[in-house]
């Protein structure tokens, strides 16, 4: 099992800039593929980004390529994910999500991810 908890959401500017962090329990967190999802009221949950094992490997919506960056530091059991350059469109819940790999693709599918935090509330203003 994997617990995952996010914070850092806020509202923030258009414009602004936020650093998202997701902490994970459990001793098996380098064995997990992570990525960030999020979801605005109304519609589907999205894809925002993806890393590897590693983190050497990296896997960004076109939406927020450019504007985001994903991180892991596995000695902290930590992922984040820092947003620049913030639009009214970037207002949603965020969600960190997990995924038990021995593989290489990041993918891009809620389906394929098996643990999920409870999300951070990120509101740019315009």
């Known amino acids: 099992q994997v617990q995952l908890v996010e914070s850092g959401g806020e509202l923030v500017q258009a414009g602004g800039s936020l650093r998202l962090s997701c902490v994970a329990s459990g001793r098996t967190f380098s064995s997990n593929v992570m990525g960030w999802f999020r979801q605005a009221p109304g519609k589907e949950r999205e894809f925002v980004a993806a890393?590897?094992?590693?983190?050497?490997?990296?896997n960004y919506a076109d939406s927020v390529n450019g504007r985001f960056t994903i991180s892991r530091d596995n000695a902290k059991n930590t992922m984040y994910l820092r947003m620049n350059s913030l639009k009214p469109e970037d207002t949603a819940t965020y969600y960190c999500a997990a995924r038990m790999s021995i593989g290489f693709t990041l993918p891009t599918s809620s389906t394929s991810y098996s643990y999920w935090g409870q999300g951070t509330q990120v509101t740019v203003s315009s």
């Open positions: 890393i590897s094992r590693s983190g050497d490997n990296t």
